[in-house]
C-alpha cells in the first residue's frame, strides 16, 4: 500500500493550525490519516478587526511559528505543502507585507485567500458516509473572522462568506449589516424553515461535538443538545469554563459567540441536527494537494 505524506497550514483569526496527513492510495480509493496536528494560539483577528493590522510582536510570533513547521516539514519528507491565510490576514492592511516577510525568513510561501475559495477548500470535503444519500445539506464553518456557508443542491453549490466571526463578535466588530445578508442568502437559496441538513465545522463545533453527542458512535448533534449547552456555559464564568469542559484558555471564551452563531443559523434554517465530520479547511487543502499531485502524475 503506497504512502504518501503532505502538510497544510492554517492562518485563521484565533489560532494557527498545521497538519501533516498521510494518503494510502487503496484499492478503494485514498485513505487519509492525519498524522501530526499541531495548534498554536494566536490571536490575529485581535490586531486585525480592531486596529486593522498585525501588531510587530504577533508578525514576530507568527514568523516562530513558521519556523517551526519548516523544520516539521523538512523532517517528515514531505510531498509537497500549502499555507492559507483566512479572514484576519485579509483584513489587515499589513497582511500582505506579513506574508512577505515570513518568505524572506523561514521560506514559506503563504497565500492570503478570499472568504469564497475558503468556503470552496472546506467543503470539497468528500460527504460523509452516512450523509451521501441527501440530496441537500449545508455546510456551516464558524471560524474566529469570518463564517462560510455551502450550500449544496444535488449537482450545484453555492457559496457565501460572511465577516461573523467568533474574535470580530467578542470585540463588537460584527455589523447587523452582515447578519442580513447572511438572511437574504437563506432566503434566495430557499432554505429558511427548510429543516436542511447542516455539517458543522470549525474548532468550537467540533470540541462541544465531543462533549455533547449522545453516544460515541454518533455523527451528530441535536439542536436541543446545543441549546443546553449553551445556556449551561453562559451560566459559568471565564475560569469555571476550563475547569468545568477541559477547555484551551483561548477556546473558553469564543465558544460561545461560536454556539450563538450557529444557533442564530439554526433558528433561520430550523434544523434539527448538526452532523460534524471533524473535518476543516486543513483537510480541505491536503486533498486538493493529493488531488494536484496524482492530476500531475497523469500528465506526465
Same mark, same amino acid.
Given at each position: 500500500?503506497?504512502?504518501?505524506?503532505?502538510?497544510?497550514?492554517?492562518?485563521?483569526?484565533?489560532?494557527?493550525?498545521?497538519?501533516?496527513?498521510?494518503?494510502?492510495?487503496? %484499492?478503494?480509493?485514498?485513505?487519509?490519516?492525519?498524522?501530526?496536528?499541531?495548534? !498554536?494560539?494566536?490571536?490575529?483577528?485581535?490586531?486585525?478587526?480592531?486596529?486593522?493590522?498585525?501588531?510587530?510582536?504577533? +508578525?514576530?510570533?507568527?514568523?516562530?511559528?513558521?519556523?517551526?513547521?519548516?523544520?516539521?516539514?523538512?523532517?517528515?519528507?514531505?510531498?509537497?505543502?500549502?499555507?492559507?491565510?483566512?479572514?484576519?490576514? @485579509?483584513?489587515?492592511?499589513?497582511? %500582505?507585507?506579513? !506574508?512577505?516577510?515570513?518568505?524572506?525568513?523561514?521560506?514559506?510561501?503563504?497565500?492570503?485567500?478570499?472568504? +469564497?475559495?475558503?468556503?470552496? !477548500?472546506?467543503?470539497? +470535503?468528500?460527504?460523509?458516509?452516512?450523509?451521501?444519500?441527501?440530496?441537500?445539506?449545508?455546510?456551516?464553518? !464558524?471560524?474566529?473572522?469570518?463564517?462560510?456557508?455551502?450550500?449544496?443542491?444535488?449537482?450545484?453549490?453555492?457559496?457565501?462568506?460572511?465577516?461573523?466571526?467568533?474574535?470580530?463578535?467578542?470585540?463588537?466588530?460584527? &455589523?447587523?449589516?452582515?447578519?442580513?445578508?447572511?438572511?437574504?442568502?437563506?432566503?434566495?437559496?430557499?432554505?429558511?424553515?427548510?429543516?436542511?441538513?447542516?455539517?458543522?465545522?470549525?474548532?468550537?463545533?467540533?470540541?462541544?461535538?465531543?462533549?455533547?453527542?449522545?453516544?460515541?458512535?454518533?455523527?451528530?448533534?441535536?439542536?436541543?443538545?446545543?441549546?443546553?449547552?449553551?445556556?449551561?456555559?453562559? +451560566?459559568?464564568?471565564?475560569?469555571?469554563?476550563?475547569?468545568?469542559?477541559?477547555?484551551?484558555?483561548? @477556546?473558553?471564551?469564543?465558544?460561545? %459567540?461560536?454556539?450563538?452563531?450557529?444557533? &442564530?443559523?439554526?433558528?433561520?434554517?430550523?434544523?434539527?441536527?448538526?452532523?460534524?465530520?471533524?473535518?476543516?479547511?486543513?483537510?480541505?487543502?491536503?486533498?486538493?494537494?493529493?488531488?494536484?499531485?496524482?492530476?500531475?502524475?497523469?500528465?506526465?
Amino acid at each position: 500500500m503506497k504512502q504518501l505524506k503532505f502538510a497544510s497550514i492554517d492562518i485563521g483569526s484565533n489560532a494557527i493550525r498545521f497538519l501533516l496527513s498521510y494518503v494510502f492510495e487503496t %484499492p478503494d480509493g485514498p485513505f487519509f490519516k492525519k498524522g501530526i496536528l499541531l495548534r !498554536v494560539p494566536l490571536r490575529l483577528g485581535e490586531d486585525a478587526f480592531t486596529l486593522g493590522r498585525i501588531s510587530i510582536d504577533k +508578525e514576530k510570533r507568527m514568523i516562530e511559528a513558521m519556523h517551526s513547521f519548516k523544520h516539521l516539514m523538512a523532517s517528515q519528507d514531505i510531498i509537497s505543502y500549502r499555507a492559507y491565510a483566512t479572514s484576519a490576514m @485579509r483584513d489587515a492592511i499589513n497582511g %500582505p507585507l506579513i !506574508v512577505d516577510h515570513i518568505k524572506k525568513h523561514c521560506n514559506i510561501d503563504i497565500q492570503i485567500i478570499s472568504g +469564497e475559495l475558503e468556503a470552496n !477548500v472546506i467543503s470539497g +470535503e468528500e460527504i460523509p458516509k452516512f450523509l451521501k444519500a441527501k440530496d441537500k445539506m449545508l455546510y456551516v464553518d !464558524v471560524g474566529g473572522g469570518s463564517t462560510e456557508l455551502t450550500y449544496h443542491d444535488e449537482d450545484k453549490s453555492y457559496r457565501e462568506s460572511f465577516n461573523i466571526g467568533t474574535i470580530r463578535f467578542m470585540h463588537d466588530q460584527v &455589523k447587523k449589516e452582515e447578519w442580513k445578508r447572511l438572511k437574504t442568502w437563506l432566503k434566495e437559496h430557499k432554505l429558511m424553515d427548510s429543516q436542511v441538513p447542516i455539517l458543522g465545522s470549525g474548532g468550537n463545533i467540533n470540541k462541544i461535538f465531543k462533549m455533547k453527542r449522545h453516544k460515541s458512535g454518533d455523527f451528530h448533534i441535536t439542536t436541543a443538545a446545543l441549546k443546553s449547552f449553551y445556556k449551561e456555559i453562559t +451560566e459559568l464564568s471565564y475560569e469555571e469554563r476550563i475547569v468545568e469542559y477541559n477547555l484551551n484558555p483561548d @477556546r473558553a471564551d469564543v465558544i460561545i %459567540p461560536a454556539s450563538m452563531i450557529f444557533l &442564530k443559523i439554526i433558528d433561520y434554517t430550523d434544523t434539527r441536527k448538526i452532523y460534524v465530520p471533524k473535518t476543516g479547511l486543513s483537510d480541505g487543502i491536503i486533498r486538493s494537494l493529493y488531488e494536484e499531485y496524482k492530476l500531475e502524475l497523469e500528465e506526465q
